[in-house]
């Protein structure tokens, strides 16, 4: 779920301190934007034939039948690259303190997918409870500093968001006590965003001009800078332990990502303490991204679907004490949320894979070095052929029957089957596809549920103007305007 990078927030945004690098995004927004792909994308017929998109930096080829999009799947990765995809759309090395990650996965090891798919998942029982109340807690006081009319609150729902998720994030990944650094969280809140606008300037640059402009941009941009000092001591410290306790020592116990991240790292090579923080980055770059974006999306639907509410309000009292007991439940809050997800993805293009080496679909389209591969998300998830009445939005559309019988006689189960937000499938490419999705998708959806729950719980919604356009798109990206205001009365 990385998105390929946005200008319009940074260049209108308040309280950014981005220096002279304004004069860059504006000379490069008017030539970028003319190379937006998102309505081409859509236009992808579902006739299972290859479609090549060619923009400044690449030649795309789309595949959206379940064939090829399984031989991407399955091509070595030495061949078809994840890792040098996404180092393409992120530049690490000017945007994440100088990391410069291998383009093939697994040349260092891959344990961050145990540390994700599994540690952080099974520590979810842990993690929630504290998340709820410090969500609740940290959502009221964000409400209270709001501008005021007409007696109600308005506040601006995407940077309300994105707090409350770096604020969940902060303490999942690294513990409460970094997560009461002031220094820490602020720079962590600028971070996403100061990413995008640094790799999206990198890829549009002449070669010759990366390395020198890529420099001057790093410089400017603080944020990384300031994860990485305060992350590195911590994770020097971790590491030290780790010695200790291979010589028979006893030391302090930690249950967070700085320490799953680092008992996961190959035993034979075991990553140092800046690998560890390097790791810890780009973790971190992806679920606030796409966390913040998806919730965003999903109370605004809320607000246009009023409808809905009242049935998650229930179902949230009846299970939201067992919910965060086990990190699992809440059927209709789920099927909405993965309802909002299609209609609204952050992405419009997914299984993004660079190619290393020449490759060959069964029917002969062929990818040379440079190009990539990838699937027209937007496309695929509104197919008549796998989505009933596709482009309408049906909150409990992937619950069960007796699910949605129990929320009202209004509402109807659409699918032929039901599935969960985290499922994973030839039609449903939110997470990616196949060998390579995304495995802190169940952490995602667990703090998607807190957040909105809690809202759900303690507030009515209402959108301020629900004529206005509510979204802006770059490339294949799809953002929250920061401008979009909800008012939240409390219950």
Not at 30 to 55: D, R, T, Y
Not at 329 to 352: C, I, Q, W, Y
Not at 439 to 454: C, D, I, S, T
Not at 471 to 477: I, V
């Amino acid at each position: 779920m990385f998105a390929s990078g946005f200008l319009y927030s940074s260049l209108n945004a308040s309280n950014r301190n981005v220096g002279n690098i304004d004069f860059i995004l504006l000379g490069v927004f008017c030539f970028a934007v003319l190379f937006s792909c998102l309505k081409l994308f859509e236009k992808v017929v579902a006739n299972g034939q290859p479609f090549e998109v060619f923009a400044p930096d690449n030649r795309y080829v789309f595949v959206s039948s379940t064939k090829h999009i399984k031989e991407l799947d399955k091509a070595p990765d030495d061949v078809l690259s994840l890792q040098a995809a996404s180092k393409q759309m992120l530049q690490p090395v000017y945007t994440m303190h100088g990391f410069n990650w291998f383009d093939r996965r697994g040349t260092e090891g891959v344990g961050f997918i145990r540390a994700l798919r599994t540690l952080l998942t099974n520590n979810l029982p842990q993690i929630l409870p504290e998340l709820g109340v410090l969500n609740r807690a940290r959502f009221a006081e964000l409400h209270q500093q709001h501008s005021i009319k007409d007696g109600k609150a308005h506040s601006a729902v995407y940077p309300m968001v994105v707090n409350l998720v770096v604020l969940s994030n902060a303490v999942s990944f690294f513990g409460k006590e970094l997560a009461q650094n002031t220094n820490f969280i602020s720079a962590a809140l600028a971070y996403v965003e100061e990413t995008l606008i640094c790799a999206e300037v990198v890829r549009l640059l002449p070669t010759f001009l990366i390395p020198i402009v890529g420099r001057i941009i790093a410089r400017r941009l603080k944020s990384h800078e300031v994860i990485f000092e305060t992350l590195l001591p911590v994770a020097e410290q971790r590491c030290k332990e780790r010695n200790q306790r291979i010589l028979g020592q006893e030391t302090s116990q930690h249950a967070d990502c700085i320490q799953w991240i680092m008992e996961t790292s190959p035993k034979k090579n075991p990553w140092t303490a800046r690998r560890v923080v390097y790791e810890l980055m780009a973790i971190w770059f992806g679920s606030v991204h796409a966390l913040s974006t998806t919730i965003t999306f999903a109370i605004e639907d809320l607000c246009l679907h009023p409808e809905y509410t009242q049935p998650l309000r229930e179902e949230l009292r009846r299970g939201y004490t067992e919910f965060e007991c086990t990190g699992n439940g809440l059927p209709l809050l789920d099927s909405f949320l993965k309802e909002s997800a299609r209609l609204t993805p952050v992405e419009s293009m997914s299984t993004r894979r660079a190619a290393l080496r020449p490759f060959t679909l069964s029917d002969g389209t062929r990818l040379e070095p440079g190009d990539w591969a990838c699937t027209p998300v937007r496309a695929i998830m509104t197919d008549p052929v796998s989505y009933p009445l596709p482009f309408d939005f049906n909150g409990f559309r992937f619950a069960t029957t007796e699910e949605v019988q129990r929320a009202g006689p209004d509402f109807k189960a659409l699918q032929r089957q039901h599935s969960k937000f985290t499922t994973v499938d030839e039609s449903f490419h939110v997470w990616g596809t196949g060998r390579m999705a995304c495995p802190g998708r169940y952490y995602a959806v667990a703090v998607m549920k807190v957040v909105l729950g809690q809202i759900i719980m303690n507030y009515n919604l209402d959108l301020v103007d629900k004529k206005a356009l509510r979204w802006f798109t770059w490339r294949s990206t799809m953002l929250p305007k920061s401008s979009t205001k909800v008012v939240f009365t409390p219950l």
